[in-house]
């Protein structure tokens, strides 16, 4: 059966009484679903407290947007692995676009929180993607394949069974242009089989997910492709009635 992992990335949205609404409400409509896949929410920070005690013994599990690789000290404002795993993280988006160039996140500071993710037993989301001008000259491959040498380096080979790669071409982020299927199914399919060449395998377990503009009109075209296996979703993950119908056609998807 194919592998689908459906994730919210909630970005610098919602407060405490939004986030426990969407929690309630997704709560309600999920919590007789016998879902045959992962569906996690990456709320804020501040919000996965509460997110977390709504959820736990859901149907959905509770990931961060980002973290830490040093294990504490003086570091001030940033977030550990240890803080988020025992507050019940079970994932952490890393290497998102907007780190990358927001915050200037290189791919060996993303290699690096990765690591301690996966020592810690959590599971990173690692992102990768072109941008537009990137895309218009030619150089999707060279940025993908670069990213994955860079911010994919000395995993192990368990290491690789928790390792989800998110492949979000910068320039469908929250443009509302999605990647045509075509495109889609193109860039999972060189990435899986770069992956392969590269670290072996195992890379036809791995998870690769959407991300950009995956709504609920194109989920289920786009969860539908050979290797795609999710999808990282920030606007409409943040509505519950969009966020719903995400998962219904991956359960669709799964039942056909
Ligand atoms: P979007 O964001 O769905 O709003 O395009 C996706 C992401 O940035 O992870």
Redesign the pocket.
Known sequence: MKKILIAG?W?MNTNVESSTEFCLNVLEITKNMDLKFTVLICPPFVNLGNCISILKDSNVTVGAQNCWYEEKGAFTGEISVDMLKSVGCTYCIVG???RRTIFGESDEIINKKAKALLKSGLKPII?IGETLEERNSGNTYKVLFHQLDNSFVGFSEEDWKNVVI?Y?PVW????GVTATPEQAQEAHHNIRKYVAEKYGDIASQSLILY?????EKNALELLNLDDVNGG??????LKVDSFVSIINSAEQILNS
């Open positions: 990335n970005k998102h676009s907007e992102c998110a979000e469908a982020i929250g443009t991300g950009g503009s995956m709504n990282l979703i920030g606007g409409a993950s």
